[in-house]
Nanobody
Framework: QVQLVESGGGLVQAGGSLRLSCAAS????????MGWFRQGPGKEREFVAA????????YYSDSAKGRFTIFRDNAKNSVHLQMNSLKPEDTAVYYC??????????????WGQGTQVTVSS
């Protein structure tokens, strides 16, 4: 079993940056692909970025591409999402997720509790 705890959310002005972190428990962390998803007010949960178990493959949504970077540190059981050039439409609760499959579908096996990101205009 994997437990995930996100951190790093907050309030930032448009154009600013934030780095989200996700700390994972369990010795099998490096066996899992990791993803970041978000859910804005009144919206469905949507895919943001994913990274394979080795870190060798990454995948981004169109809205994240070029602005966000996902990376992981298997030695520290952590995955991060560096978000630059933030826009008000990035406002959402951001969730870290883990699954054996490298995917952009929100059917990951394990989920964190989420961290709020608010981007002011």
């Amino acid at each position: 079993q994997v437990q995930l705890v996100e951190s790093g959310g907050g309030l930032v002005q448009a154009g600013g940056s934030l780095r989200l972190s996700c700390a994972a428990s369990g010795r099998t962390f490096r066996s899992y692909a990791m993803g970041w998803f978000r859910q804005g007010p009144g919206k469905e949960r949507e895919f943001v970025a994913a990274i394979s178990w080795s870190g060798g493959n990454t995948y981004y949504s169109d809205s994240a591409k070029g602005r966000f970077t996902i990376f992981r540190d298997n030695a520290k059981n952590s995955v991060h999402l560096q978000m630059n050039s933030l826009k008000p439409e990035d406002t959402a609760v951001y969730y870290c997720a883990a699954d054996r499959r490298f995917s952009d579908y929100p059917n990951y096996e394990y989920w964190g509790q989420g961290t709020q990101v608010t981007v002011s205009s």
